[in-house]
């Protein structure tokens, strides 16, 4: 399956490395399928902290400045039909709601990432969308073990 994994960047090399770029390497991601997008004036210190072995392959792009341009800039970047999944530079794990066998709500670190693109990949071509998100706070409170076919909010 042929996915790319987008990252929009500003100002903070120190924390992309320390969180989104750890999971990352966690879930075996290749690196030369990491896309970070930064702005023109910040190349330099990315580059800086993305010499040490463990992120070689990995893609710096010289994006735009302002979260919404380098959103824009992304969704422009890539072919029309490319699997993009683009998360934000402060990711520590990817949580899964489970219901136990007695019911109670546990939240649970997701084994494979690559599972999730692939199934969402599925759920994208059944259902002709092409747009999903992931609950951004590990709150089991707020989430809900269900998927929405229907317009909805999207974060991040």
């Keep these: 399956m042929d996915y790319v994994i ?4 500003t100002g903070r090399s120190d924390i992309i490395n320390k969180k ?5 390497r966690k ?12 702005p023109k ?12 072995p463990m992120c070689r392959g990995i893609n710096l792009i010289e994006g735009k400045k302002g979260i919404q341009s380098q959103r824009n800039y992304i969704s422009k970047f890539f072919e029309e039909d490319q ?24 939240l649970r670190v997701l084994p494979c990432l690559e599972t999730l693109i692939y199934e969402t990949n599925l ?3 059944d259902a002709k969308i092409n747009c999903a998100g992931i609950y951004p706070v590990k709150n089991k409170m ?6 929405s076919y229907t317009l909805s909010y999207l974060t991040g």
Excluded at 6 to 9: K, L, M, N, V, Y
Excluded at 83 to 106: A, C, F, M, P, T
Excluded at 142 to 147: A, D, G, L, R
């Design 83 to 106: 699997l993009i999944l683009e998360i934000d530079d402060d990711i520590i794990n990817i949580n899964k709601l489970k219901i136990s066998k007695l019911g109670r709500q546990q």
């Design 27 to 38: 879930y075996d991601i290749p690196m030369n399928k990491v896309y970070v997008f930064v």
């Design 41 to 52: 004036d910040e190349i330099q210190d990315y580059t800086r902290r993305f010499y040490v």
């Design 6 to 9: 987008a990252i929009p960047s």
């Design 123 to 125: 759920i994208f071509e």
């Design 20 to 24: 989104t770029l750890r999971m990352l």
């Design 142 to 147: 707020f989430m809900k073990n269900s998927t």
